[in-house]
């Protein structure tokens, strides 16, 4: 079992920054690839970023390439979400997940545990 906070969200006005981060419980972080997602308002659940358990591979979404970069730091347990160039249409909660697959998976089916989500706001 791994429980998932997140953390960092908030309001950003159109061209900034933010990091999220999300630490996991438990002394097995290495053993899961990590998964960020976001649900946009009115939207299904979506795709951002993932990294496998050493970080050796990331995946992002076409629309986050370039302006988000994911990263973890399996001794502090925590995955991060570096968000920049933030547009209006970024605002949506965001949630990490924790996936026991062998296979890398960027799907949110291959993911086994999630956090409660963080809201991310960006203003025009």
């Known amino acids: 079992q791994v429980q998932l906070v997140e953390s960092g969200g908030g309001l950003v006005q159109a061209g900034g920054s933010l990091r999220l981060s999300c630490t996991a419980s438990g002394r097995t972080f290495s053993s899961y690839a990590m998964g960020w997602f976001r649900q946009l308002p009115g939207k299904e659940r979506e795709s951002v970023a993932a990294i496998s358990r050493y970080g050796t591979r990331t995946y992002y979404a076409d629309s986050m390439k370039g302006r988000f970069t994911i990263s973890r730091d399996n001794a502090k347990n925590t995955v991060y979400l570096q968000m920049n160039s933030l547009k209006p249409e970024d605002t949506a909660v965001y949630f990490c997940?924790?996936?026991?697959?062998?296979?890398?998976?960027?799907?949110?089916?291959?993911?086994?545990?999630w956090g409660q989500g963080t809201q991310v706001t960006v203003s025009s």
């Open positions: 997940a924790a996936s026991a697959r062998v296979v890398f998976t960027t799907t949110q089916e291959g993911y086994d545990y």
